[in-house]
């Protein structure tokens, strides 16, 4: 199937075999069988594909298509064989997404076997290979789109802060999902339920609270403190982990796996949840893989040297039945030492990740680097838990001591070390009237004020939602580039992701003006917004036209100059934003 793809040159079978495919068969089967018979197996394998070569060159039909049905043919035990490292489409590359069967697909199978949902741009239907009634709904992101990446910041109760801040970023973008704007998402608990599980954000705000509420119990008393002092020189921890566990099983379910089908939500967000392991090893869980080979490790567990050389690892148990259940996934990002015990999983021993990614959206970048490498990042997201007031340093060694552990959680700092000049980079954060703790559940409501009383916090959110609802405009080539006189010449078109007229309905309910398509070098079209011109374009965006149609909608040819690779696309809205907004 990869060697003979649509409009391939028919290279001979027998060179393609020996090149590509007989070492590596030869070696498989050594493994279980001895030399001899290995051989024989190898020539049979040999055989099977002169024959599939003679169908694809006397009848019209595809490479993937005679995949397909020699599939089918094969004895249907095959369809009991689960892996989270082997796609079982194509045999041979890394999946990234399960199906509701449980079978795991690669990205490159989903697109040469999957439909494309009608209105859609980036969005495919697939039904599993080996016909067991397993399909899947995802996302995928188009080749030409930048990246739009999003880190929370870890903070116990104080995570109230993020959820306001998100809470309102959704209201400005009206009916287009958060979770489907965003490429990678990485984090802890709100990473996981809002972008992994696509819980509404309310959701997501009762259940957070009633987390902390009920997990931090303790009396503010002398006596109630001297009693967390006992418990945690006895258990080593001052709260008791049964209750925030049996409070995440019945959250998440008790069996549900993190790596897995998820058939209430449509696919396609890659998350990321930091953890730490009991020798202070950087780890994250993901609900992907990624395009780099897997490497198996004594452990048990799997990563890439990509991770390795990031200085964390991801978990990947080469056994299915070890893969990390979603409620295990959040006790082991919520286990902040001293105030929970870490969590002992099949795998290892696991603690919050926060000490180990203060700022998360430093993960989420390079994560994105590797997913799409030479990517352009359009849109780059840091969510805060509050900014606390400075106060005076303190004479005393244990309160210096408590202010260097704070400072080395406090993603406010490392977000203001590492940022630069890139706009494409945003913080959304609050400031705070005093110092809150991270178990002081009681000051959630206050939290939430907060965001609504710190004016700079209004003006991130609208510079927030309008770089989302910008970015999913795209620019798709039609045809193959031209060379002329020392410069390549591209015709295409502008293609939006996710619900094109929710999308316009958001950008005109936040500005009243135009909107411009623009290059470095020139503007390629413009529309007011909410427009019917531009209600009409939206009309090129569904794919059973999209390849018709060129700059022609805009009046006039438009050919734009471009060095190696197409252009990247910049779309400019002429401010006249709203001056204020409620929150």
């Not at 393609?16 to 030869?26: E, G, I, K, Q, S």
């Not at 105030?339 to 999983?345: H, L, N, R, T």
Request: proline share 5%.
């Amino acid at each position: 199937m990869d060697a003979y793809p649509p409009r391939m040159h028919r290279f001979p079978i027998q060179h393609v075999f020996d090149f590509l495919y007989r070492d590596t068969c030869h070696k498989a089967l050594t493994l279980s069988y001895n030399n001899l018979f290995a051989r024989h197996l190898c020539g049979e394998i040999e055989r099977s594909c002169h024959q599939h070569f003679e169908r694809l060159n006397s009848e019209v039909i595809s490479s993937s298509r005679l995949h397909w049905g020699n599939i089918r043919r094969l004895d249907r035990s095959l369809t009991l064989y689960k892996s989270n490292t082997t796609c079982l489409f194509c045999l041979r590359r890394v999946p990234e997404y399960h199906l509701t069967c449980g079978h795991c697909v690669c990205c490159d199978c989903i697109l040469i076997f999957g439909v494309l949902h009608p209105g859609r741009e980036e969005r495919y239907r697939l039904h599993c290979i080996y016909d067991d009634r397993g399909e899947l709904t995802v996302d995928l992101k188009p080749r030409t789109a930048g990246v739009r990446v999003i880190g929370i910041d870890g903070g116990g109760a104080r995570g109230a802060t993020s959820l306001e801040l998100l809470k309102e970023l959704q209201k400005l973008l009206l009916h287009c999902p958060l979770p489907e704007m965003v490429d990678i998402a990485g984090g802890g608990l709100i990473a996981l339920a809002h972008f992994h599980l696509q819980w509404p954000v309310e959701k997501c705000s009762k259940t957070f609270e009633s987390f902390a509420v009920r997990s931090f119990q303790r009396s503010k008393s002398l006596l109630g403190t001297i009693r967390a002092v006992i418990k945690y020189a006895v258990a080593d921890a001052i709260y008791d982990e049964t209750v925030i566990e049996s409070l995440m099983k019945d959250a998440y379910g008790s069996s549900s796996v993190f790596f897995g089908e998820n058939p209430h939500a449509v696919a396609g967000t890659r998350v990321a949840i930091t953890a730490m392991t009991h020798g202070s090893q950087r780890v994250i869980f993901t609900n992907y893989n990624g395009s780099a080979s897997i490497v198996r490790r004594d452990s048990g567990c799997l990563h890439t040297s990509h991770f390795q050389d990031s200085g964390y690892i991801a978990i990947r148990p080469k056994d299915v039945a070890k893969e990390p259940l979603l409620w295990e996934v959040a006790r082991a990002t919520s286990a902040a030492p001293l105030f929970f015990k870490p969590i002992q999983m099949s795998i290892g021993e696991f603690w919050d990740g926060a000490l180990g990614f203060p700022n998360p959206i430093e993960l989420t970048t390079w994560e994105a680097s590797r997913l799409w490498p030479g990517t352009v990042v359009d849109v780059s997201i840091s969510f805060g838990t509050g900014e606390e007031p400075k106060h005076s340093n303190s004479k005393n060694s244990l309160y210096r001591l408590l202010d260097a552990f704070n400072l080395l959680l406090d993603g406010q700092s490392e977000f203001l070390k590492r940022s630069t000049s890139d706009q494409a980079l945003l913080r959304l954060n609050t400031r705070l009237p005093q110092p809150i703790r991270l178990d002081d559940a009681g000051s959630i409501p206050a939290l939430r004020e907060s965001v609504h009383l710190y004016q700079p916090a209004k003006e991130s959110i609208l510079a927030a939602a309008t770089s989302l609802l910008v970015s999913s405009f795209f620019f798709t080539i039609a045809r193959p580039a031209k060379y002329d006189s020392g410069i390549y010449y591209c015709e295409g078109s502008i293609h939006c992701r996710g619900d094109y007229y929710q999308v316009s309905s958001a950008l005109a309910k936040l500005y009243s003006s135009r909107i411009e398509f623009i290059t470095k070098t020139e503007v390629l079209a413009r529309y007011r917004t909410g427009s019917q011109e531009l209600n009409q374009l939206a009309r090129t965006f569904q794919p059973a036209l999209a390849s018709s149609i060129s700059m022609n909608n805009t009046g006039r040819d438009k050919h734009l100059p471009v060095q190696i690779s197409p252009p990247r696309l910049a779309v400019r809205l002429i401010q006249d934003p709203l001056k204020m907004f409620l929150m």
